[in-house]
Every structure is written in C-alpha cells, then in structure tokens.
C-alpha cells in the first residue's frame, strides 16, 4: 500500500460538508414526526425548519460521513485531505474550523452564492441511536471541476462515501476521482453509508464495487440491502469476489474482514458506556486505513477500526475526543 | 414573592445573547496564548478570529449567562421570558432555537446590520475549569428601546447579568429595566456574573447593590472583588446589610444564603464527576429563583440551586441535560 512513491497524503476523502445538529430525542418524538429510526433521511429546506422548529435545545458539531473518517485517520497520526462543498456562512466557517483543527487539509473554496452549508439533525434517543435527517444546502454544489488531479495523484487511498451519491453533481466528481486515482496506480475505497442510500443507489451501487472500488467498508444492513440477502453469510459470500478488501462491520459482533482467500472476524472492542453511536463506521473507516497506508496485517487493521468506533460511540459527537493514536498504544500492543 | 397579581411571567431575564463554541485545551495553551484561566474576558472581532483558528475541534452550544439562567428555570417548571440581542444569522438562529426549545419566551428581534451575533470561546482545561474569551457582535446593539414596560411588569423577578456592563448601551437598557420592575412593585435580581466584570465597574456595582438590587447572585471571588475584602467572613458582613437576600455560592463548599437576621449555609450537593464547571452559577440562580417565586423557604431554594449546578457540571455545556422538575422531586423531597 504505501509502495507508491510521492505519496502527499494517506487519504484523499470526498463526501458532503455538513454541520450536525444534535438533540435528545424520545421514541415517541420520532414516531410523531415519521422518523425512520437509525436511518439518513433527505429533506429539503421546508422540512428542515419545519423540523428544526419542533427539536428541543441542540448542539452544533461538525459532521459529515467523511470528514469524520478522515478526522479519525488525523487522530491516529495519519495525513488526510478532505474535498467537499461549504458555502461561505457562520456554519461554513465552523465545518472548515473544526476539520483544519484536527490536522485534515481543506482546500476546496466555498460557494459564494447559493443554499447554505448543509447541516444534519440528529435525534439521539435514550437506546443511544441516531436518527439523521439531511438537508444537503451547499453540497448540490460539489462537482468534477473540485476535483484535482494532482492532489488525488497525491493520495495513497481516494476514499468516498455513498452519500455523494445523493447531490446529482457529486456523482461525476466521485467516479472523477476514482478513474483518477486508479490511472495514479492508487487504491480508491468506499463507504456504503446507510441502508437507505444503497437503496436509492442499488443498481449503481453494485456496478461500482464490481468495477471501481478496491476497499469496500459496510455495515451488515447496507451489504443486506446492496445484495438483497437476508443472512450474514450470503452476504459474505456475495462480496468476497466483488473487491480486494472488503471490512464489514456488525455493531457489538464486531467486524468481518475478507480479502481473497484471507478472512479475519475480529471481536468488537470493549469500552465504557456507549452513550451515541453517530459515526461509528466513519471512526472504524479512519483507524482501518490508517493501518492499511502504514502496511499493517488486515488484523490489526480492524483492530484499529474498532478502537476508533469504540471511542467515538463513548461519547456524544462522531468524532474523536481522545488522541487515538495514544489509545492504539496503551490498548492494541 | 407571588402575591403581586398577573404574573406572565416567573423571570424576565435580561442578558447578552451568546453563542458557546467549546473546546478541550491544556494549560499550556492558555499560557501560550496569555487567557487568564477561570476568567472571562472580551475581545474584538480580530482577535476572536485570532484566537479560532488557535483553538481546538469545537462544539457550538447555545449560552449566555441569563440566557442560561432562564434554561435551568424553565428546567424546573418556571415561565421565563428572554431580553437580549442576536444578529439575524446562522448562530442568531441557533440561539433562538435552543433557548426556545426549552420553553422560554424570546422576542427581541435580531439587528439586521451591524456585527454578528455574539460568540463565547470556551477553553475547557482537563481540571474541568473553563476560560472565555467573549466576542459581544450584535449585544452591542442591546438598547433602553429593547425593554418593554409592559413586559418588565408582568414578571415577578427582573433578572439582570453583569456582563450587560460591558455593551456601552446595555447599561441603559438594564436600568430602566431595574426602574420599571420597581415601579411596578415586582424585585430585581442581580449576578455579579464574574471578579473581572466586578473590577471594570465595581464603583457602580456597589452603588446598584446598595440602591437597585434586591436579590444578589454573587460567588466568593466577584463578592471579595467587589468588596476589596480577603475573607470570607469579611464578605458576608457587608453583604449582610446591603440587600434583602444575598445568595453567595462558594464552589464545592456550597452556598450562603442571608436575608436580614436569616442566615442559611448550605452544603453544596454531591453528584457524579465533576465535568465542565461552566454555567454552575447560572443554573444556581435559575434553581435558587424558581423556589423564590413558588415561595419556598429560603434554604429549599439554595438546595434548588445547588441541584441545578451539580446537573450542569456533571456534563459539558451550561443548560440542564436532565429534567430538573424531575431530579428535584427525586433528590429534595
């Protein structure tokens, strides 16, 4: 993996910018409100307010699937470089702050004009789960022409996330970046994302993790939904062939990891509370490909992930509040 | 504290309106950067900027000390009501949510020009002390125009925070409010809100003490820095005879409370960890000032107090997590 020479950074990610705004929820609230429970849902700016209007008193946190994969990654030492669409406002501002603070290079301008920076409500109910409604503002804006040459040719791993598929621009700066990547002889990886958005996608889906993808992360309810199967083992069965790694992750069962003929299942770590877990996989993503660009065995790799997850899901917010890189040392030696 | 008639509301609060943006930061940083630790002091536009982009990954929290005064009072059931100015922007609407997530009423309207809507930088140590470095923006903007008579009358308590010293304007504003809650036979309460505010106009505060307020809010320091005094002792004996009920709190040796000849010392209540100490005294006047207009005895309503700080410091940010109505049933009965 890290046999490419001039390698600028560990992971060029692309996703959507996106401020969170998170707020206790009871189950009651998301059954009145239609609210698909664990789940990403779109809205447009009308339901947003709408929405905004009846959450009780929240927090802003940047978020973003990416962003906090790459902010993980930062966290353990690793080099990340983040593309994505802010606009020009309070809330850009903040989103921008908050990645360049953790070490993650962030050079795409924001729009000057247009829909605000995106932001995701998110109800966190007393289960600890979360609940996101997406209204994706700037994020419309992405497209081919942020998409830089040099700086994917840069990168040892593009990594995208699902999501992208969402904004009708994004798409092209996404498979942009991967023939980009590949044609640099670098590796391009993907997150599934959510469910839902591989139901959006599904066809699409499929035909990118056969043909562009090398690293594939997933859930196992995203890789249900992508292949329409029902058991873990069909599922495992079904992306075995499909890519050169594919991490799967199972919540408290931990993680599946399969890479040809080489198959780890890896236990979850075990931590204190968990308190939210809003951005587990993005965590489990970063501490993986820390360890893939630093040429760790596929093991320890996911080993890393789940340290990730399990600091991330301690606390409120989806991203680390502990140096992981201190952790990985006192935990994984 | 009830018999006067009409009462819309428990407490019209008056404060600057503030967002919190929130990080961890060592103590060395505070050095490096001159912040005089435990302290809030402002500063202009540049220099927030300045200070930003030093600063850590954030989280943006809704505070402002009357602000977060009037939270934990609606926390217990009481009927709050907001005076206080945002600008019309991203944060301005964040404060506005949050505050009236939590069931207060907020109608001052945002300026539509002028500086942004204020910005509080929190520098949280791991000794869960908090320094702040305050932008006032928009707060500036706090004028005698913005006070209602009709308002300030309908209100058993007027509640006014000493940081409104600061915004040139907002002292104006602050007196009238205190004139027209008199003239209408309700109290005036005061937070001396911190010993460096106390030492930028400590000739005035003494006098508002003697001749304006009636119910004092005050910790040790900002008294011993309002007084000029070393001790303790010497403290109590001039607040003794300066106003109808002092409330002084004194961190984990608990609180004060003295009205004339009563005399109530009472311990500071025990809670889990001590997380983030910022809002302890905020939530202590909102706890302190529900038990006043619900007529409870003087120390219920320092045991009031005492509950509302040790939920707030329990956790990060100022306001309540948990229903406090509930936690006093549970815990004070």
Known sequence: MTKASNSEWDVAGIGNAIVDVLAHAEDRFLAQNGLAKGTMTLIDAARAAELYETMGPAIEVSGGSTANTLAALASFGGKGAFIGKVRNDQLGGIFRHDIEAVGVTFRTPPATEGPPTA??????TPDAQRTMQTYLGACADLGPADIDEAFIAAAKITYLEGYLWDPPQAKEAFLKAARLAHAAGRKVALSLSDPFCVERHRDEFRELVQHHVDILFANEHEVMSLYETKSFDEI????????????LTRSEKGSVVVSGEEVHIIDAMPFAAVVDTTGAGDAYAGGFLYGLTRDYDLAQCARMGSLAAAEVISHYGARPEMPLAQLAAERLS
């Open 236 to 247: 495992f069965q079904h992306v075995r062939g499909s890519c050169e790694i594919a991490a």
């Open 119 to 124: 932001r995701c409500l998110i109800f966190v």
